[in-house]
């Protein structure tokens, strides 16, 4: 109003002093940061930040990596434990040593991936003897899904299997068998890796293999019985035998491998092995 003085705020005479000190470019920074600090700042949060992912993108990959062995890993260990306890509890004498390893050829190759075990579950039928059908327990890739490990068992046939060494004759009672639908099946694993080769056509082949040992073997017992070996001279485990009995050994090896996922594009699978053995008296 006129004839009225406006209020002005004084500054105080030390802030003045500090204002008037200060240069034009040290003024202006205090008011904000300068384009190049941002660009600085900027470039530190996309280094953190890129870390960060590829911290956390090694930590799935590790994550996932770890639950495919452990899953493959619980797939062997059931296999191997369900094999072996089998071989172990076989009914074993001089006419079938326990379990039988029957193999397919196809062209060149050989195809050991079928095994058979003289494992009733009750009392044999014929203990002295040769099993029956029923009281066998197989196991091989399934016919259509070679990924597939099966354990299979023929409950209703009470026939008595062939010879051990009839190898023509159990090759074709087990692939009826494998095909047919009277059979209790149960899959052990569907991580069976497979495989071709040229000479297999289309056909795919499970990655499993057996082999079995026998001490002393089935043809060296067949030549002591047709009189042309010495019971000395047979391959007895340790030298464990005596004048009218002598141990005998039934060793099985298992090799197979599983299939645990993909990396790069490509199937990974991994090697597992396991053996086991028998023990039974051998009569003169």
């Known amino acids: 109003m006129p004839g009225q003085m406006a209020l002005v705020p004084k500054r105080s005479a030390g802030h003045r002093r500090i204002h008037e000190t200060l240069s034009p470019g ?17 470039s530190v949060m996309v280094l953190v930040i890129g870390a960060l992912m590829g911290l956390s993108r090694a930590v799935a990959i590790g994550s996932a990596y ?16 369900r ?34 075990v003289w494992r009733p579950e009750a ?7 040769i099993p029956r059908f029923s009281e066998l327990v197989i196991y091989c890739p399934h016919p259509r899904e070679p990924s597939w490990l099966m354990e299979i068992r023929i409950p209703d046939d009470t026939r008595p299997v062939p010879p051990v060494t ?31 080769g040229s000479d297999l056509g289309d056909q795919q082949r499970g990655a499993l293999r057996f082999e079995a040992r026998y001490r002393p073997s089935v043809e060296e017992y067949a030549a002591y019985k047709a009189g042309t070996t ?55």
């Open 166 to 196: 009839d190898l023509a004759a159990w090759q074709a009672e087990l692939a009826a068998i494998k095909t047919s639908a009277t059979t209790t099946a149960v899959r052990l694993t569907d991580r069976l890796r497979t495989c071709t």
């Open 123 to 129: 009392a044999a039928a014929d203990p002295e003897g």
């Open 26 to 42: 040290q003024r202006s920074s205090c008011a904000g940061l300068t384009l190049l600090e941002v660009l600085i700042a900027l």
């Open 230 to 284: 010495a019971w000395t001279n047979l391959t007895w485990p340790q030298s464990i035998y005596g004048p009218n009995s002598g141990l005998r050994q039934a060793w099985l090896r298992i090799e197979f491998q599983l299939a645990g996922g993909e990396e790069n594009g490509q199937q990974v699978s991994y090697p597992f092995f396991g053996s086991a053995a028998l023990y039974y008296p051998l009569a003169k």
């Open 83 to 116: 094999i072996c306890r089998s071989v172990r509890e076989a009914t074993a004498n001089a006419q079938f040593p326990g379990f039988l390893v029957v193999a397919d050829q196809i062209g060149p190759w050989r195809f050991p991936d079928t095994l058979v």
């Open 66 to 81: 770890t639950d495919a062995v452990s899953l493959t890993t619980q797939h062997a260990r059931v296999v191997l434990d």
